[in-house]
């Protein structure tokens, strides 16, 4: 029995295995089924956001935070959606190729499908196979496989860091917090000009991530909606999201008590931009 005092967001299933890989086969053949969407689910806010951030002329750098095998890169670089990325992962055809003939051969689809070339687009994340794909694909401008809820981040990490103007992220928050955030903030050239658009499952709170992030200037604002992430492999899932989300005063009626695994999306940026341009005339 669950505590009705503690939330249980991690007990989550255990996906750890199919980070571990090489190529994303795995991956895609163990969360395609549950009809994972995410990423897709928030490639029209990224495009939102990036478009509003950028309106002085300046591109803005993006990190994805967990960024796994670099889907956001690809959804945010390529034409491709992730429908596409999901039936290619997981083509019977494809089973027998070796790790290096899938990353040739998704190094040169991506290559041929690129919509914004020019787009940087950085990897965290601490699976280093999944960084090395993504970095070797083409997808990842640069990667590092670091964990920041533990430690500081490397001199090349840091470095990297320097330029980021987007710090995105599609549910890693409840595996990073408070700490991972920090860091990053205490690394970037400019903390008081970033912006940050962050899907958090409804399992979790964001209170204590935003209050830091007001520190520094920075408003946190959460996008009207809430979004699809993927449904519940079992019954477990299904019975701590419930409770936690029941836990937090929200109500799981036609989302988790459905079978899924819902989202809000937290926008952060500065206070001049917040002034300037209300969330309202960002949303699609």
């Known amino acids: 029995m669950f505590d009705d005092d503690t939330l249980t967001g991690d007990s989550k299933s255990d996906f750890s295995l199919i980070y571990d890989r090489p190529d994303p086969r795995d991956y895609y053949r163990a969360l395609m089924p549950l009809e994972y969407q995410i990423p897709q689910q928030a490639l029209p806010v990224f495009e939102s956001v990036l478009a509003a951030s950028e309106r002085d002329g300046r591109p803005r750098t993006v990190v994805d935070v967990c960024c796994s095998y670099g889907i956001n890169a690809a959804l945010l670089r390529t034409g491709v959606d992730l429908a596409d990325i999901g039936k290619r992962g997981t083509d019977p055809a494809r089973e027998e190729l070796s790790a290096a003939e899938v990353i040739a051969d998704d190094t040169t689809f991506y290559a041929n499908r690129l919509r914004h070339p020019a787009r940087r687009v950085l990897g965290l994340d601490i699976s280093a196979p999944a960084i090395d794909y993504g970095v070797q694909t083409g997808l990842l401008a640069g990667g590092w496989a670091e964990d920041l809820e533990s430690n500081d981040p490397s001199p090349a990490l840091a470095e990297g860091l320097r330029e980021v103007g987007l710090v995105a992220c599609t549910g890693g928050v409840g595996y990073i917090g408070r700490s991972t955030f920090r860091r990053i903030l205490a690394s970037v050239?400019?903390?008081a000009d970033l912006w940050l658009a962050v899907f958090v499952l409804r399992v979790f709170p964001y209170d204590d991530i935003?209050?830091?992030?007001?520190?520094?200037?920075?408003?946190?604002e959460r996008w009207p909606g809430t979004f699809a992430q993927r449904r519940f492999a079992d019954q477990g899932e299904f019975d701590a999201?419930?409770?936690?989300?029941?836990?937090?005063?929200?109500d799981p009626t036609g989302k988790e008590a459905e079978g899924w695994y819902y989202a809000d999306c937290y926008l952060t940026r500065p206070a001049a931009a917040v002034a300037a341009?209300?969330?309202?005339?960002?949303v699609i």
């Open 189 to 191: 050239a400019e903390p």
């Open 277 to 282: 341009t209300p969330l309202a005339d960002l």
């Open 241 to 250: 999201a419930n409770h936690d989300v029941a836990a937090r005063g929200l």
């Open 210 to 220: 935003a209050d830091m992030l007001g520190e520094h200037g920075l408003v946190t």
